[in-house]
């Protein structure tokens, strides 16, 4: 399983930015999806996660508020979108994917993922 983050970019204070994670078989509707972010200097961080049915999710605190995510069954994809972003925000924001499961679960810890995309660099100037 290939995961490709994209939508990353450069946005002022206060702007919006979509990331979108396409997986490249047919698991975006299978699997338990997450989002992570990583700042210069610091460790990995959770930011959301959606169960494999979409019928979940789950937001950091930081993040609560201010971003959505959701998948998008046909296409085998799932979105980030994130609203009223900060300079703290400013990181590498990475797609995982776990598994297959039963269950509406989602997942917060890093090693709860299997596959894990490239990243995708988010910049949020002052």
């Known amino acids: 399983v290939q995961l490709q983050a994209s939508g990353g970019g450069l946005v002022q204070a206060g702007g919006s930015l979509r990331l979108s994670c396409a997986a490249s078989?047919?698991?975006?509707?299978?699997?338990?999806m997450g989002w992570f972010r990583q700042a210069p200097g610091k460790e990995r961080e959770f930011v959301a996660a959606?169960?494999?049915?979409?019928?979940?999710?789950a937001l950091s605190e930081f993040m609560k508020g201010r971003c959505t995510i959701s998948k998008d069954i046909p296409k085998n994809t799932v979105y980030l979108q994130m609203n009223s972003l900060k300079p703290e925000d400013t990181a590498v924001y990475y797609c995982?994917?776990?598994?297959?499961?039963?269950?509406?679960?989602?997942?917060?810890?890093?090693?709860?993922?299997?596959?894990w995309g490239q990243g995708t660099q988010v910049t949020v100037s002052s």
């Open positions: 995982a994917a776990r598994r297959a499961t039963t269950g509406g679960s989602v997942y917060y810890a890093e090693n709860d993922y299997d596959y």
């Open positions: 078989k047919r698991t975006g509707n299978l699997y338990p």
């Open positions: 959606i169960s494999w049915d979409g019928g979940n999710t």
